[in-house]
């Protein structure tokens, strides 16, 4: 069992819409938790942490459920440039740093 | 602000060649990490360093070795590449607070 899992997608999006996805982790101590986005062929980058009261970064709204281990985000008014890879990332309380990588979510926004 | 400098982009190696990967970083960072990503697998932890002297092992070292001579710098190595070893390979910097990434290294072995 992977120990960051989430669905691949791709979730086609007419632009404008809204867009939701989770990832589920299976660590329980995990301690911190962020979205990347990976563009084609690009390197990934950090979009946003993750709170335990969730929080939101403009169109960008991402929730944590301890309880039911997984964390979300959000994508409201959705644009064509939101066109990417999403990564779920979690960091393991022992783990020295080394953050744990989902394999992504793909989404694409359509005109 | 350079931030992570990954050197070469792109490299096709015969079967058994050897090659070293350059990872710069001007940030001041004491971890650093090697990645691979495949399709469909995401981002799997070659080696990382959490200083400079020391390396250590990750999800998938065989194959690959690593060095931390200067804080700045972690390279990676094949020995003797291997078809398997074909992959896109991220190096990062920081800490569980968020990484930068280079741009990454296209490496195709025939």
């Known amino acids: 069992r992977k120990e960051v899992e989430q669905d691949p997608g791709p979730f086609n999006v007419p632009e404008g819409a809204t867009v939701a996805f989770n990832c589920t982790y299976s660590?329980?101590?995990?301690?911190?938790f962020f979205w990347y986005r990976q563009d084609c062929r690009k390197e990934p980058k950090l979009l946003m942490s993750v709170y335990s009261s969730g929080n939101e970064d403009g169109r960008f709204t991402a929730q944590l459920n301890r309880a039911s281990q997984y964390i979300s985000l959000l994508i409201r008014d959705s644009k064509l440039s939101d066109s990417a890879t999403y990564l779920c990332v979690v960091l393991p309380s022992d783990s020295w740093g080394k953050l744990q990588f989902g394999a992504g979510t793909q989404v694409v926004v359509t005109p | 602000n350079a931030g992570v400098t990954q050197t070469p982009k792109f490299r096709v190696l015969k079967t058994g060649q050897s090659m070293t990967l350059l990872c710069a970083q001007d940030?001041?960072?004491?971890?650093m990490y090697w990645y691979r990503q495949d399709p469909g697998m995401g981002l799997r932890l070659i080696h990382y360093s959490v200083g400079e002297g020391t390396t250590a092992k990750g999800e998938v070292p065989d194959g690959y070795n690593v060095s931390r001579l200067k804080k700045q710098n972690f390279l990676l190595g094949l020995e003797s590449a291997a078809p398997s070893q074909t992959s896109v390979y991220f190096c990062a910097s920081g800490r569980g607070y968020g990484y930068t990434f280079g741009s990454g290294t296209r490496l195709t072995v025939v």
């Open positions: 940030m001041n960072h004491e971890y």
């Open positions: 660590n329980s101590a995990s301690q911190s």
